[in-house]
C-alpha cells in the first residue's frame, strides 16, 4: 500500500520538504523526521539517475515516502525515473489535457498507459512478484501534476478530466512569470489565477498544494487558508542555512554576554 496515495485520496493535509543538494545524507537526515513525503528534485539541481538512487535508498531507510520531480513530461525521462522505484512523480508545466495525457500514460502499463516494461528497483530486482506489479503495482505511483502558467490554469477543468491524476501542485512563482510579473507571487493577478485553480480542483474533488521556498509560518497559513492543503515548504540548502544561522547568533550572544567578551 502506497501511504502518500491513500493519505491524498483521504484529503489529508500534507507536509513535504525539498531536497535539490547531491548528497543523499541529506535524504537520510530529512526522512528520519515525521514529513508526510521528501521532493526530490531533479528538474533544477544536478542529481543524476545514479545520484537519484541513492537518494531513494536513502530516503527508504529512514520511511518516508519520496516523490521525484522530473526534469520534462518525457517518457524517456520518466521510464527511468520510475525502474528505481519512487513513491509518487511530479510532473512540471503541465498546461493543456494533452500534455497530462501523455504524463499519465508514461507511468501506466498497457492497456491504460504506454509505459515500456522493465522495473528493478520498483520490483526489489524480481524479488517481488512481478506479475502483481504489471497488475496493480504501477497504479500505486502517486501521479502529481504542475500548473505553473496560465494556460494551465485555463485548461485545468479539462485537464482534471483525467482520473489517473491524484493531484495539483501549483508553481507560484512560474505561474506570476506566465502573466509578465515574475517572482510577484502575492500580486493580485497571480492569486486570482491560484483561487481558480484551487475552486477547479475542489470542484473535481482532486487535492491541490503548492511547492514553495518559504518556511515562514505566515506565508504558509496564508496558502493553506486558500486552500492549497499539500505544502511542500523550503529547500534543504536553506534548511541548513537556517540551522547555521541560529547557531552563529547564539554563539555571538554568548561571546557578548561573557565576562571575558
Known amino acids: 500500500m502506497n501511504i502518500l496515495k491513500e493519505k491524498l485520496k483521504n484529503h489529508e493535509p ?9 548528497d543523499p545524507c541529506i535524504s537520510e ?14 528538474e533544477h539541481s544536478a542529481i543524476d539517475y545514479r545520484t ?10 529512514g520511511g518516508t515516502p519520496a ?24 510532473f512540471p508545466v ?13 507511468c501506466l502499463y498497457p492497456p491504460e498507459g504506454k509505459r515500456g516494461f522493465g522495473p528493478i528497483r520498483a ?11 504489471i497488475r496493480t503495482g504501477h497504479k500505486e505511483l502517486c501521479r502529481l501534476i ?51 485553480a484551487v475552486q477547479t480542483a475542489e470542484r473535481h474533488q482532486v487535492p491541490i498544494g503548492i511547492s514553495t521556498g518559504s518556511t515562514d509560518p505566515e506565508t504558509l497559513k496564508f496558502w493553506y487558508d486558500r486552500g492549497l492543503t499539500i505544502l511542500s515548504s523550503g ?3 536553506s534548511y541548513i542555512l537556517s540551522g547555521a544561522r541560529q547557531t552563529l547568533d547564539t554563539i555571538r550572544t554568548v561571546f557578548g554576554s561573557s565576562p571575558c567578551a
Not at 52 to 61: F, G, N
Not at 123 to 133: I, N, P, R, S, T
Request: net charge negative.
Open 123 to 133: 520490483v526489489k530486482y524480481g524479488l517481488e512478484d512481478m506479475d502483481g506489479y
Open 235 to 237: 529547500m534543504d540548502y
Open 67 to 90: 516523490v521525484v520531480r522530473v526534469p520534462w513530461n518525457d517518457p524517456i525521462l520518466v521510464k527511468r525515473v520510475l525502474e528505481q522505484g519512487p513513491d509518487g512523480i511530479v
Open 146 to 196: 504542475q500548473i505553473e502558467s496560465k494556460e494551465g490554469v485555463r485548461n485545468l477543468d479539462e485537464i482534471l478530466c483525467n482520473p489517473y491524476i491524484d493531484g495539483v501542485i501549483i508553481g507560484a512563482c512560474d505561474l506570476s512569470g506566465s502573466i509578465g510579473i515574475l517572482n510577484q507571487v502575492f500580486d493580485e493577478r497571480n492569486l486570482k489565477l491560484i483561487d481558480e
Open 94 to 106: 503541465i498546461n493543456t489535457a494533452e500534455e497530462a495525457r501523455q504524463a499519465m500514460e508514461s
Open 29 to 42: 537526515i530529512v526522512s528520519n523526521l515525521d514529513y508526510d513525503f521528501i521532493w526530490i528534485d531533479t
Open 14 to 22: 500534507l507536509a513535504g520538504a525539498h531536497v535539490i543538494l547531491t
Open 52 to 61: 537519484l538512487e541513492m537518494h531513494l535508498m536513502a530516503v527508504r531507510a
